[in-house]
Structure formats: C-alpha cells, structure tokens
C-alpha cells in the first residue's frame, strides 16, 4: 500500500475477511465471531466488496502463533492474487499478539497495494500515513505485552490451585468439580437407547423408555476394577472390549458420549492420584508408573472420590505391569508398509456414516515383523468385524489388482479427453450463468491492455505521477500474466489426464520392482483413503486424490463406451480396441463405488 492515499484496481473486489477467538471460558465468548462477522459485513456493504470468510474459531487459537491457526494461514496464500482488495479483521489483535508479525503484514500489504482495514467501531486507522503506521506498531506492542502478561497471570493461578490441593484442566473421567474447585462424583452420564447409540443426559430424564442408563462415574469404577481383578489381569484392550459389551459410555471433550477405546482407559487407569485427591505436577500421559513412589501415597481421604484401597491395587499393580524399555537408540530399520495411514475399516465406516460422527472411523495400521507383516484393526475399538487382522501380501495383491484396473493406455487418452470436454460442455449447457472461459481470458486480457494504454495517456498528461503510472502498468501485466497461464479447454483437459495416467503406470511398472517405502510415497502421491473390509478381505471403497477425480469419473464413462460399443462380455480378461488394460476382472467392484 502507497504512502499515499489510494484506490482498488477496478478487478480487485475480494476482501479477505478474518474471524478469531482466542478460547472459549465464558458463554458470552461465543458471541464473539457473530460480533466480529457483523462489523466486517458492515465494512465490505460499504465499500463494494465481496467478502471472503477464513475462521479460526474451534479450540485454543492463540495470536502470538501462526501454525495452529490453519485458516489464517489459508488466507496467507490468498493475500498477494490480482483479485485481493483488502484485508479486513475486527481489530488489529485478531490478526496479531506479535509486535513483528503486525510490522511484517504492513509491509506486505504495502508492497501489493492491498488494503488493511479494521471494522471495530472505534478502532479504525488510516496506515497510508505515517502516524497511522506508529500507531499500529504502538498497538501490536501493547497486544503482545498483553498476551504475555495474562500467560504469566494464568501460571500464577495454576499455581495457586495446586498448592491449595485443587486440580487443573478438564476434569479426570467420571467426576467433576463443586463450588470450591475440588472433584466430586458426576453425576453425568449417558443413555443407552435401544438401537445402540447413545444419548447424554441426566438419570431421571430418560429420553425412551427402553433406554438404560450409564452414569460416567459407575463407567470409571468399573474399569478400575476390571483392572484389579486377581484371577484375570485383564489388558486396557480387553477391558475396553469389556466395557462396551455391557453398554459403557465414554464422553470426550465436548462432553459427547460414545463406545471405550483402549486410549480411554488408559487415561481412566493413569488418573488414579487424581481420584485420590493427589494434585500432581504433570499430566497422567506424561506420568511413568516407574517413577512413581508408592511408599506411603499421600492420599486425601476426605477429598477421594474413589476407594482408597481400591486406587492403592491399581497403583500397585501398573507398576508391576509396567517394564522400564532399555535405551537401544532409535530403531532406523522401522518397517514401512505401503499402505498404512491411509487405510480404513470398512466396518468403521459403516458405523461412522450410520452415527453421522467421523470420530468412529478407523485406521488399519502395519504391526509384526517383517517376514509375518499384517495389517490391523485399531486396538480396543468394537464395530462387527470378526477379524481383526489381514496378511500384509493379500492386501497389497488386492491393491495391485485394483491399480490394474485404472491403467488405460495412451492411445485411449484422446477419447477420454473428448469425454472431458463433452462433460463440460453439457454442464456450461445447464448453467445459464457461467461465462466461456475462452472468451473471458481474451476479454480480460483486452481490458487488461486498454487499462495500460490510458495510463499512459494520463501520465503523459501530467494527471498522474509517475508512481501511479508505474503501479497501474504492473497491476495490470500481473494480471494478463495471471490470464495468460491459463491452457486452452482442450489442453487442460489433456494435461490433467496425461497426467494422472502417467502417475498410475508409473504405479503400474513400478509396484513390483520397489521398495515399500517407494510404494508407500507413490500410493499417497494418487489416493487419498481405500476402504478395506477384514471379514471378506477385500478393497469396498477407495477415493483419489482430488486432481484425479475428473479421471476417476472418466474411466468410468469409458467402461460405458466399450461395454455399449462392443459386443464382449463383461470381464474378459483381454485388451480391446480402445487400448484398455483388461486382463484384471473387476472382482467385486460394484457401479455405485465410482464418483
């Protein structure tokens, strides 16, 4: 942005528009984002602009960081496109609590000619003059003071607390706290209804009369004495599996109830000082049951939730189950396996869509040794399948196969890209609104030149300096350029698809000649998940990544092509005159799996 007072380009009509909130700790907070939105909206109505939403609002999203603010940094790679008319928050501390940050952002927006606004009432600063630059920095300074000063503030009273015996943070499983801030048996829990799901609530409002009720502070007790048992000595596994069995409900931090995993009693387990009355110096996940001292626990009865004898076993015996791991170093001959990370349970999936709650999904992961490789099931999580694990060679042949069945060869591309542009064309067909590309990158690209040569004339006539002259001309050829970079309909098409089937008989070529490791970076450089079901060990569901998908869908259309344009069956395994690779049958892969 000039020193001087200056106007949007007339093709600059985006405003880059930025919500944060810091943590939520009163209701009021909440309000927070509908209070910034409406005075943002406020500014863009005024001055024409289109407003563009980025909001960091979930969680804890601190100004003086940049990398837990992911919206933020979405909107970082927006700021410098010809289209950007300005930057609009709410007031200076919801871009930033950092007196450097604050600095570098004006320079920014003063190099690409973009606007920064402030929407507060009250808050509002002219930054095309000096003094509204002092004043900035001036207020970014005071913002980071401050965020320093209630960080200290907060440590303070965290402090203060645990000296006084109270703990810290979310509440351990199964209790909460009174008036005073010492834990007490909640007395929350959750529904089971009779298809399953659960439902949060309170014991005398059953929301059906089948329901069962399944207090959260019963769920605690019982997985610690399912921990304890002298004749069974059962795993944090298995006593999940156990508890989910009988209808137990764990609720995680946004107080949602839903079926145990093994990290859930793991936590439940590890929390036995707080259910002691203990206030400890580090969380329970960064506890070492070998550090522990057991000779003579100081507990607090009269603030002990649970029995005292009771915590004393489960003390005692995660002690003795727990085995100090000799430092060997790092293990750099970790086994990769190709699949891993992107893998899902089919069964999960299921589940996951039935609950409408993402969180029920699962990963298979890699686990055993290199000779005996298996794929497996997330540890302590129940969802119908009977088997847990899949051979690592079975799973990655099936995978081989599938690839097979997308390979198309080079000769089949201009008819896929002929499918492309049909597509296209069809859709610009229902779109009334939509404008040809083609004819809008050469209207832009004339506008563009038009622009250029009135400069020119102004600044020869003197109603212009030359630093006008020279932003106008620049502004102007950054956008043909912009314009310029775009391919034809036909050429694009044949680039994306190009491609793509290079990378998927790269795959091909390549998939039994490579290392796992190889493997493993080529799979995720095309898919994005497969879905896998265990029980009939084979692939149900897979999606690439989203630059592929328009192949996707056109492999698809061309199996259509060939089956109505020849009189083949179905399967065969030979090539066809469209040159598609046809040795593979399509073993299980039904038409409603395609985009």
Request: aromatic share 8%.
């Amino acid at each position: 942005m000039s020193r001087k007072k200056q106007q949007a380009s007339a093709s600059r009509t985006v405003a880059l528009c930025y919500v944060r909130l810091s943590f939520t700790r009163e209701a009021d907070d909440a309000n927070s984002p509908e209070r910034q939105r409406a005075n943002i909206e406020t500014v863009c109505a005024a001055r024409g602009w289109t407003p563009e939403w980025y909001q960091d609002t979930e969680g804890h999203k601190s100004g003086t960081k940049e990398k837990n603010r992911p919206q933020w940094l979405a909107l970082k790679s927006r700021m410098a496109d010809p289209d950007i008319a300005a930057i609009v928050a709410n007031d200076l501390s919801r871009l930033h609590r950092k007196g450097w940050r604050v600095g570098d952002l004006l320079d920014f927006v003063e190099e690409h000619g973009v606007d920064l606004v402030l929407a507060a009432p009250g808050r509002q600063l002219d930054l095309s003059t000096p003094q509204g630059r002092l004043f900035a920095i001036f207020a970014a300074m005071f913002d980071e003071w401050y965020a320093a000063d209630i960080s200290q503030r907060q440590k303070d009273s965290i402090a203060h607390r645990k000296a006084q015996g109270k703990s810290v943070g979310t509440p351990p499983f199964g209790t909460a706290r009174d008036r005073e801030g010492y834990l007490h048996p909640s007395k929350r829990g959750a529904w089971l209804m009779p298809d399953g799901t659960f439902v949060a609530g309170k014991e005398d409002e059953p929301p059906d009369p089948g329901a069962l009720w399944r207090g959260y502070y019963a769920a605690a007790e019982r997985s610690l004495r399912l921990y304890v048992i002298p004749e069974k000595r059962w795993g944090l596994e298995k006593i999940a599996y156990r508890l989910n069995i009988e209808g137990w409900a764990f609720k995680d931090r946004n107080g949602t109830p839903r079926p145990f995993e093994r990290e859930d009693v793991r936590r439940i387990i590890g929390n036995w000082p707080e259910y002691g009355g203990i206030v400890m110096e580090i969380s329970a996940k960064k506890r070492r049951a070998w550090e522990m001292t057991l000779e003579n626990i100081p507990f607090k009865e009269e603030r002990a939730v649970f029995d005292l004898k009771l915590l004393l076993e489960v003390a005692q015996l995660r002690r003795d189950r727990t085995i100090k791991r000799a430092d060997h170093g790092v293990n750099i001959k970790t086994y990769p396996y190709p699949l891993n990370g992107i893998t899902f349970c089919a069964h999960c999936e299921a589940m996951a869509e039935k609950h409408a709650n993402p969180k029920l999904r699962s990963r298979l992961g890699g686990q055993g040794h290199p000779k005996l490789r298996r794929y497996r099931h997330k540890q302590g999580t129940s969802c119908g399948c009977m088997n847990r694990s899949v051979p690592a060679e079975i799973f990655e042949a099936d995978f081989a196969r599938l690839i097979k069945l997308l390979t198309v060869r080079p000769d089949a591309l201009q008819m896929m890209t002929e499918l492309s542009i049909q597509s296209d064309k069809a859709f610009r067909k229902t779109t009334t609104t939509q404008v040809d590309p083609e004819i809008e990158k050469r209207e832009a690209i004339t506008l563009c030149r038009r622009k250029i040569e009135a400069a020119v004339i102004l600044f020869g006539d003197g109603r212009i300096d030359h630093a006008e002259y020279q932003r106008r001309v620049e502004s102007n050829e950054r956008e043909i350029s912009h314009w310029e970079a775009r391919t034809a309909e036909t050429e694009k098409s044949a680039l994306e698809l190009t491609l793509c089937l290079d990378v998927i008989d790269k795959i091909v070529r390549l998939w039994d000649v490579s290392e796992d490791e190889d493997r493993q970076g080529m799979i995720r450089t095309l898919f994005t998940h497969i879905t896998y079901d265990l029980d009939t060990r084979r692939i149900v569901d897979f999606k690439l990544k989203p630059w592929a998908d328009r192949f996707l869908t056109l492999r698809a259309a061309l199996y259509e092509v060939e089956e109505n344009g020849s009189n083949t069956q179905q399967n065969t395994p030979q090539s066809d005159d469209q040159g598609v690779c046809t040795d593979v049958p399509l073993w299980g892969f039904e038409p409603q799996f395609w985009p």
